[in-house]
């Protein structure tokens, strides 16, 4: 019916053509997406940009790449939707390559630009160029943004370096969920799981609900420490929330329970 629509239309733009490819590469139609891509009268960046996250998302990752390089023009976007195209597709180096290439051309990067890259550092455990990021982050004022604060945390956790995720966190008051989320999962990457449940305690008390990924944290946590009660009441905590019905929390409590049980035995 979209398709029909866009071919009636008696004007079309290059916003009009860009909607359509969007369209097609969310229901994996790539090939039709190609086809009226290279059929498009004009092509501005967004237009470029949308092939690349389409075949991104579709898994045609040697094609984004091609497209990036055959671009006539890209922005700090274009280098930000590879670098973070290519680290979800495995492909953490090979993103961290982009990213050096990027300041190679002083192109600045933006919050989400070096979000995508210490993600990409935390995936390959590069303690050095995650450091290195991290000074440049300081230096241009984006310590304060969110979409940094919860990479960096996880990238020094991934590290393990405990001493440098939690000053992360300490230096501003974060209201985020997906920050505070990051400090708990990273202290149970690093098996210090009461630290993990103390904090969890504090996020309460600093008034931030705790989302699906919080509760899995902190109950994976009393599930290492084979601390059922604090298990149930973690749980009960979901359930008042509404995550009774959860069921990859149920999956971790019941976790908690089997361990204690065979502990008994």
């Known amino acids: 019916m979209g398709f029909k629509l866009f071919e009636q239309m008696p004007e079309r733009t290059v916003v009009s ?3 359509m490819v969007n369209g097609l590469f969310t229901y994996g139609k790539t090939e039709a997406a190609e086809q009226l891509f290279m ?3 004009l092509k ?3 237009a470029w940009n949308s ?4 075949y991104f998302m579709n898994g045609r990752v040697k094609d984004a790449v091609r497209l990036f390089h055959e671009m006539p023009n890209r922005s700090v976007i274009s280098w930000t939707s590879m670098i973070s195209g290519l680290d979800l597709a495995g492909k953490s180096n090979d993103a961290l390559f982009l990213f050096k290439q990027m300041l190679f051309h002083n192109i600045q990067p933006t919050s989400f630009t070096f ?3 210490i993600t990409a550092c935390a995936n390959v455990k590069d303690l050095h160029l995650g450091v290195k990021i991290h000074g440049h982050v300081v230096k241009l004022g984006h310590l304060s943004d969110t979409y940094i604060t919860a990479p960096l945390i996880t990238f020094y956790a991934q590290c393990k370096d405990i001493d440098s995720f939690s000053k992360v966190f300490k230096e501003k008051l ?5 920050v505070w989320t990051a400090l708990i999962t990273g202290y149970s990457l690093n098996s210090k799981h009461e630290k993990a449940l103390e904090v969890f305690s504090d996020m309460f008390r600093s008034n931030v609900l705790p989302n699906q990924s919080s509760f899995t944290s902190a109950l994976n946590s009393c599930c290492e420490m084979e601390d059922l009660d604090k298990g149930k009441e973690i749980n009960g905590a979901a359930i008042k929330l509404g995550f009774e019905t959860d069921v990859f929390l149920l999956f971790v409590l019941h976790d908690v329970e089997d361990e204690k049980i ?4």
């Open 39 to 41: 059929e498009m009268p």
């Open 44 to 46: 501005d960046e967004a």
């Open 115 to 117: 979000s995508s890259a």
């Open 262 to 265: 065979d502990k008994k035995l």
């Open 17 to 19: 053509w860009t909607m």
């Open 51 to 54: 092939m690349i996250y389409g």
């Open 174 to 178: 974060n209201t985020s969920v997906v």
